[in-house]
Antibody
Framework: EVQLVESGGVVVQPGGSLRLSCAAS????????MHWVRQAPGKGLEWVSL????????YYADSVKGRFTISRDNSKNSLYLQMNSLRTEDTALYYC?????????????WGQGTLVTVSS | EIVLTQSPATLSLSPGERATLSCRAS??????LAWYQQKPGQAPRLLIY???NRATGIPARFSGSGSGTDFTLTISSLEPEDFAVYYC??????????FGGGTKVEIK
């Protein structure tokens, strides 16, 4: 059974930093591109970032480019999101999501999310 | 950035009725469109990918159609568990992956 379990969400002040983690199991982690997708409270879905199976390619939404860094450790079946210079508009539930393939860019499995609140 | 516009924002229907949800793209996305279902407090679930292919385990009452800029998700006969929010998503011009704003299907 595929499982994605996010952690690391907390309340942080504007300008602060945070690192989210996602532990994956039930599939061959290093066969797939992985993503972060977020959802602000009561709002829709926003794609944040993706990383290729080997970590060699990363992409970001314009809203987070230069502030967030995605990474992965295939030896630990784990995905990460380093979030710097946080803004109030980054407040959201952050989901880790598995790509349907190597570069299909649909999301067939999602974690339950970890809540990041940026507030003073 | 490709903007996806979903309509209507809310659809009020009764169990057993047919639901027709629309997603319109600001420019062609070919057939690179997916649909997701999200229930309160849950993560989204992939229903349809590449406009018309049902994901694993998705009931046959869900079907997708369209190409280019106009897409439709049809639920042939609503079951009680189908009342939820539905999102479309395009991957045509990745990495600029975008979602629509969602359609809420509520019980009438």
């Amino acid at each position: 059974e595929v499982q994605l379990v996010e952690s690391g969400g907390v309340v942080v002040q504007p300008g602060g930093s945070l690192r989210l983690s996602c532990a994956a199991s039930g599939f061959t982690f290093d066969d797939y591109t992985m993503h972060w997708v977020r959802q602000a409270p009561g709002k829709g879905l926003e794609w944040v970032s993706l990383i290729s199976w080997d970590g060699g390619s990363t992409y970001y939404a314009d809203s987070v480019k230069g502030r967030f860094t995605i990474s992965r450790d295939n030896s630990k079946n784990s995905l990460y999101l380093q979030m710097n210079s946080l803004r109030t508009e980054d407040t959201a539930l952050y989901y880790c999501a598995k790509d349907t393939g190597d570069y299909d860019h649909y999301f067939d499995y999602w974690g339950q999310g970890t809540l990041v609140t940026v507030s003073s | 950035e490709i903007v996806l516009t979903q309509s209507p924002a809310t659809l009020s229907l009764s169990p057993g009725e047919r639901a027709t949800l629309s997603c319109r793209a600001s420019q062609s996305v070919s057939s690179y469109l997916a649909w997701y279902q999200q229930k309160p407090g849950q993560a989204p679930r992939l229903l349809i990918y590449d406009a018309s292919n049902r994901a694993t385990g998705i009931p046959a009452r869900f079907s997708g159609s369209g190409s280019g800029t106009d897409f439709t998700l049809t639920i042939s006969s609503l079951e009680p568990e189908d009342f939820a929010v539905y999102y479309c998503q395009q991957r045509s011009n990745w990495p600029r992956i975008t979602f629509g704003g969602g359609t809420k299907v509520e019980i009438k």
